[in-house]
């Protein structure tokens, strides 16, 4: 039986909050709720799945949206039609990061912001994050593009940071040469 996760909505003042790290490794408590996230992401971006079960799409959640102010975030990217790709990254850090810029086209949005908000976010093109996995273990991951702009997204979760947050107020939207829009 699936159980929809209870998300926080903007309002909610802990999604304002510095999240600390988490202590490692994970408790199986933890690791539960992780597979929960993975599952709920996977549905959302399923057509079938989403009707059935009402999900807004998205490709990523972090702890601190479910109440729980610890810094882990999990991404489920469909890097091909149909095939997904689970990161859970425990205590991410940006270590590096492009000199290139990007921003979505379309915008960003979040499953804790119910509403659409227009705007360009600008990112890194691509980052490097170290962090570690579920068990304590190092882990280091390259991503670029649209992964790049999720872990950027999350990571910003863990400082209290929401996307529309980056977006210039005065000059929502760049113009073509400013910014790579993918
Ligand atoms: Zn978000």
Do not use: W
Not at 158 to 177: A, H, Q, T, V
Request: aromatic share 10%; glycine share 6%.
């Amino acid at each position: 039986m699936f159980k929809k996760l209870d998300i926080l909505d903007e309002k909610d003042k802990r999604l304002r909050m510095t999240s600390k790290d988490a202590t490692l490794p994970l408790s199986k408590e933890y690791k539960k709720i992780i597979q929960q996230i993975i599952d709920e992401l996977t549905y959302s971006q399923i057509e079938e799945y989403a009707t059935k079960y009402d999900l807004r799409p998205g490709m990523g959640l972090a702890f601190p949206q479910l109440g729980i102010l610890d810094r882990i975030i999990v991404i489920v990217h469909e890097y091909e039609e149909g095939k997904f790709d689970n990161y859970v990254v425990v205590n991410p850090k940006i270590v590096s990061y492009s000199e290139e810029m990007i921003a979505a086209e379309v915008g960003e949005g979040c499953l804790s912001v119910n509403r659409d908000v227009e705007g360009h976010v600008p990112r890194y093109a691509r980052v490097t994050i170290e962090g570690y996995d579920e068990d304590g273990n190092k882990i280091k991951i390259r991503a670029r593009e649209e992964l790049s702009i999720a872990f950027q997204h999350e990571v910003d979760h863990l400082n209290g940071i929401l996307f529309y947050d980056r977006i210039n107020k005065d000059k929502p939207f760049f113009n073509e040469g400013e910014i790579r829009l993918i």
